[in-house]
Structures are given as C-alpha cells and as structure tokens.
C-alpha cells in the first residue's frame, strides 16, 4: 500500500513570496490534516478535512494560509505572502475511522521543509 | 498552552538498557495517548497507544504506561538498540474533537552502540 505523498520535498523563498505544497492521502483515507511543525516543536495542526470539506481550519492563519482538497482526494497548502517565521516543515497526514480501533491513527508524508529568507 | 509536554529534549542511553521516555499532559478529557517515532527527513510513524482506561500496554520492546492521576505517561523500550535513534513524540486524543491529535515537543532519543 502506497503512503502519504507530498511534494515538493524542499522550498526555499524569499518573504512575500507564494508557495504551494501538494499532498496525495492513502487511497480511501476520507480524512486529511495538514500540520505545520517548526524546529523544536512538535507537529501543530493547521487544517483537517473530511472527504472535501473542513472539519476545522481554527489555527490556519487566514490571512495567508488558504488550503483545499478539491473531489475529497489530493489537497494543497498554499502561503501568500510568506513571512519569515514560515519557515517550518509542513506535513500531510490522512486516516481512515474504520476499523475497530476507537482512536485516531494518522499516517503521515514525509514532509515539505519550507526556508522563507 | 501546552497541553501535552515532553520537557526532555535529549535522552542518551547505551545500546541493551532501559530507554523512558516521558510526556505529561494537563487536559483532563482526554482520553487516548500514542507514541510516535520520527526519523530524519521522514514523517512521524505510530509506535504504540494507550486508552485512558488501562494503565499498560505492551508491543514487544515498547511498553507504554499511563498514571490517569498524575496525568503523566511514559514510554519504556527494552532492550534498547541503535535503530531506536530517533525522535519521539507523544501525543493525544479526546472524544468530540474529531479525534484531532495533540502533539508534545519530542524528545531525541540517541541509542549509543
């Protein structure tokens, strides 16, 4: 079985400049989340989709941040402009809630690390 | 406010030993933990979980525990091999939240041969 896709691995940008990250979830994986994890920390949820719509988007910044998942399968990230403090690795992660298994277990990409100079 | 806390960023053990990795977390509702394991440039992969109604749960060298009254859990890997390099984190999950995971800061772990 195929994992979580991302792409590009890298980024580097200049502040105030756009950036878009792409995601493909395990095959029928109805939920999707994308964190955004900076140096030190642990992964900070930004969005949570179920199927194509947002279950929660309550710390993506706004402003700057716009995500979708257009037919409930890939999704992309998208920062305009980029500030400094961007700069993080940005991970997709998707889960099934099947199963007998009454908690969350979410299968994460491998990461987009973003550098904003 | 951090919820969920790992306040050791570094643990060195020596290959064979015991490793104990800690998290504390200060949100009463939740109510399932799990232990994450990340190498570099990969994402985090799932290691182990708990549900708040037990107080252990073992898979093979990892053994989580659970003190639901100190709020407090840790992670035990015995014995220890280098493979075990890694990041940990802890996290957790609370009913009606859509089953969002709460992540701690990690701690690395250094298995030394």
């Known amino acids: 079985e195929a994992g979580v896709a991302q792409s590009p691995r890298y980024k580097i940008i200049e502040k105030r400049q756009s950036v878009a990250f792409w995601c493909n979830p395990i095959s029928g994986h109805a939920t999707l989340y994308w964190y955004q994890q900076i140096l030190g920390q642990g992964p900070k949820l930004l969005i949570q989709f179920q199927n194509n719509g947002v279950v929660d988007d309550s710390q993506l910044p706004k402003d700057r941040f716009s995500a979708e998942r257009l037919k409930g399968v890939d999704s992309t990230l998208k920062i305009q402009p980029a500030k400094l403090e961007d700069s993080a690795v940005y991970l997709c992660?998707?889960?099934?809630?099947?199963?007998?298994?009454?908690?969350?277990?979410?299968?994460f990409g491998p990461g987009t690390r973003l550098t904003v100079l | 406010d951090q919820q969920v806390k790992q306040n050791s960023p570094s643990l060195s053990v020596q290959e064979g030993r015991i490793s104990i990795l800690n998290c504390d977390y200060t949100?009463?509702?939740?109510?399932?933990f799990l232990w994450y394991k990340k190498y570099p440039a990969e994402g985090p992969t799932f290691l182990i979980s708990?549900?708040?109604?037990?107080d252990k749960n073992e898979d093979g060298r990892f053994t989580v525990f659970l003190n639901k009254s100190a709020k407090h859990l840790s992670l035990h890997i015995v014995p220890s091999q280098p493979g075990d390099s890694a990041v940990y984190f802890c996290a957790a999950s609370r009913l009606g939240s859509a089953r969002q995971l709460t992540f701690g800061s990690g701690t690395q772990l250094t298995v030394l041969p």
């Open positions: 708990i549900s708040s109604i037990k």
């Open positions: 949100n009463s509702m939740f109510d399932y």
């Open positions: 992660a998707s889960s099934s809630h099947k199963g007998t298994r009454p908690y969350n277990e979410q299968f």
